[in-house]
């Protein structure tokens, strides 16, 4: 979403009939949304929207919660306008819905590797800068002058994984979803891409963080960096470890509980490294030069 630009999406979806939602769950949907840089809008589901209207006191708790967690990234609205970091980029085309490419990326999201995703139609010297890894999953679709912006970036040192014909981003209309042929061929692209990211460190690398998401962004100059973590664990992780490159010499722990806890940085094998005690729901990492 950040590498369209500033402007906010707000993701409107309502819960599934006759489901019951944990508060915890709204909180992390919430946070979710928040860490890419969009608004969650808050839909209940009827059995919890029952609860709040008669003021019962799980329902008001769960409330304060899910409000504590949406006044904590409104009260960051810097955040919105950093953008994805990291060294690897994928190439992608939104105007064909971007279902390939956007499963590739989630793949990669899991595997916690900092990834920016870079539009097609913004594909330029700039938009790899930093970057030491690209894939490009529909190369057909690229203009001659496009073609010769990711040839200077394999001249000048950087990796490049392109898709043969058969990798396309076709467009699916108003479908969300990849037919089985699809499916086995995202999967064949994540074999080559997971081999070309190996175990390297991008940019960050977190360690103990199975139940969590992560995203990792930085601020235009590269002073300020933030890695958002969000746990979708029904109870806190602790000791989790983080290291990552760059000249960071102050890093600091943020969470929605109120926690601003400065970390010790030490020296890691792959750079530096900060320790986290704990993570309820959420929290957020802040790294500064």
Known sequence: MRAWGDTTLWIANEPPPKTVVTGARYQQVIADAAMSGARWVIAFDADFARRLHGREADALSDWRRMAAVVRYYERHPEWRHMQESGQLAVVQDPGKGGLLSGGILDMIAVKHTPVRPVPRQQLSPAALSGATMAVNVDGESLTPEQREVLRNFTRGGGTL??????????????????????????????????????????????????????????????????????????????????????????ATLIAPEGTEKKLEIYQAEDGAGVDIDKVSVCATIRLEQ
């Open 161 to 250: 994984l392109t898709g043969p014909p058969g990798w396309k981003d076709q467009s699916h209309g108003e479908s969300i979803t990849l037919d089985k042929a699809e499916l086995e061929r995202l999967n064949d692209i994540w074999r080559d891409v997971n081999s070309m990211v190996g175990r390297r460190n991008l940019g960050v690398r977190l360690f103990n963080v199975a139940s969590m998401l992560s995203n990792f962004i930085a601020s235009s100059d590269g002073k300020t960096a933030i890695v958002h973590l969000v746990n979708y664990a029904d109870y806190p992780v602790e000791g989790i470890a983080m290291h990552f490159l760059g000249d960071y010499k102050h």
